[in-house]
């Protein structure tokens, strides 16, 4: 199964920023990332009068609007936990979660002294890095806010085998 990590903090902690960042770097590296966002308050993707959201106003369960290059999927009904996601995403060599604080798997916490007053998963078992302004005592490896390619090695080093990408080569 492919390996997941997930980017948690409060909101506004810099999540979507570090992820921005981490990336790149990975994809330069040669790997294939998967990116599966948390979107606890609900969100849609569809615009109205567009074709597919006149089929899933009309009454369809699942709509797929498909491309030469992109595919969006859209499903009504209960929200699925996080591993009935991950088939999807058999085709990539790790799976990027933003959100998900509460299942159970790897975590790195970001962690802004200016935007909040504490940590949200210090001392939980499924915290395996701290990315933060401010050194807590902590017995997970700290980075830096901008420590982008120490804090992908650490990825690399813990989830990945460097140089072995499920990327076709030529």
Request: contains cysteine; glycine residues 10%; charged residues 30%.
């Amino acid at each position: 199964m492919v390996p997941v990590v997930s980017i948690v903090g409060k909101s506004r902690s810099g999540k979507t920023t570090l992820m921005e960042k981490i990336i790149p770097e990975l994809k330069k590296r040669g790997y294939r990332v998967g990116v599966i966002k948390h979107a606890g308050h609900g969100f849609d993707v569809d615009q109205k009068g567009k074709d597919s959201w006149r089929h899933g106003n009309a009454g369809a369960d699942t709509v797929a609007v498909a491309g030469a290059e992109n595919l969006a999927l859209m499903k009504k009904g209960p929200i699925p936990g996080l591993d009935s996601l991950l088939p999807y995403f058999e085709d990539v060599d790790l799976v990027i979660t933003e959100g998900y604080k509460h299942e159970s798997k790897p975590k790195i916490e970001v962690f802004r002294s200016a935007a909040h007053e504490k940590p949200l998963c210090l001392g939980q078992g499924d915290l395996i890095a701290w990315v933060s302004d401010v050194a807590p005592e902590t017995r997970v490896p700290r980075f830096g806010l901008e420590d982008i390619q120490e804090i992908v090695d650490f990825i690399e080093q813990t989830f990945l085998t460097p140089g072995h990408s499920r990327k076709e080569k030529p």
